[in-house]
């Protein structure tokens, strides 16, 4: 595989934070403010989609780690907008900073690791798996 992946590298996505993504869809004794676990995941989805502009047919990428800090609250109906920047870039492994915003400051940030994967052995090995709970 000759990766197309450059240190440098960078992505943003903007979202409308709804109910569906408050803390209380979680567990209902929380705050009704924006998710860490949405958080979380925009943060991954951003990533993933600078990755899966440059995949190779038959590619998808996996996420191995991340290391994230909620540091603000967001109400919900603000916007948040979440940037990746890759970072390094170790054969199949890419590594990214991201950080989080919000429409008055800065919400969070992350390292995160993502691996690329050929899917259809990826996939073969997780039905492997599936078939042992039998």
């Known amino acids: 595989m000759s990766t197309p992946f450059k240190p440098g590298m960078t992505r943003e996505l903007k979202i409308k934070s709804s109910p569906e993504l ?3 869809r979680f567990y209902p004794n929380l705050p009704d403010v924006f998710a860490t676990p949405a958080l979380g995941g925009l943060m991954e989805r951003v990533s993933a989609e600078l990755i899966d502009e440059h995949l190779q047919p038959g590619e998808q990428s996996v996420g191995i780690s991340m290391d994230l800090r909620h540091t603000a609250a967001t109400p919900l109906g603000m916007e948040v ?9 170790d054969g199949r492994k890419l590594t990214f900073q991201l950080e989080a915003f919000d429409e008055v400051e800065k919400i969070g ?5 993502r691996f690329i994967i050929q899917a259809d052995k990826f996939n073969a090995r997780v039905a492997d798996k599936a078939a042992k709970m039998k």
């Open 22 to 24: 408050s803390a209380q």
């Open 81 to 89: 907008r979440v940037k990746t920047e890759v970072t390094a870039v």
């Open 109 to 113: 940030e992350a390292s995160h690791e």
